[in-house]
């Protein structure tokens, strides 16, 4: 049997057909919705940890963290670079997987570009002067995610009309199709930040 007739559900709902721009605007209209994600990293011993970050950035498809590089995170991404973003939209049941490989930067000025005063909460004032909690803290770095191909759910019903394509599902023997799976390809990415590098 082919790919399509075992997995029949993903035939389905799989949108091949709309434009790279479309895809863009639909991912960004997620993430916008739901400001928090969960970035997930592998451990040197193989573990995988995910944590609810916000990111200071998306400009570009880049996703930039502002973050304490004290914290397991950074060792985890020194050791392995391959990352997830995920999202996701309970209201809606849209959501968004973003793999992608993370690097790491103290480039003063995009951490200035970046910085909020809501951020020196999560680092706070040491009394060392040193670690002052504050922009130009030591502990303060940029946690860059740059995305490799990026998979997502956007719903076309609502829930009552959700809860019918499950139900007619179950009758009819059919799949049921409550909204569309949409993929930013690798190609579609490169020719997003090559555009990018060019303004």
Sequence with gaps: MS???????????????????????????????????????????????????????????VFQFLANNASHKFDEIQANSNVNLSFIDTSTTNWASIAGRASITRDQALIEKLWSPQVGAYFTDLGDGVHKGDKHDPRVSVICVTPTEIRYWVSNSTAVGRAYEHAKGAVTGKVATPGELRTITPDELQLVFGLNKTH
Excluded: W
Excluded at 13 to 35: M, S
């Design 3 to 61: 790919q399509q007739q075992l997995d029949p559900y993903t035939a389905a709902v799989e949108n091949t057909e709309i434009t790279p721009q479309t895809k863009i605007d639909g991912l960004n209209a997620i993430v916008k919705a739901n400001h928090f994600g969960m970035l997930t990293t592998i451990s040197p011993s193989g573990e995988v940890h995910s944590r609810c970050m916000a990111p200071a950035s998306t400009e570009g498809l």
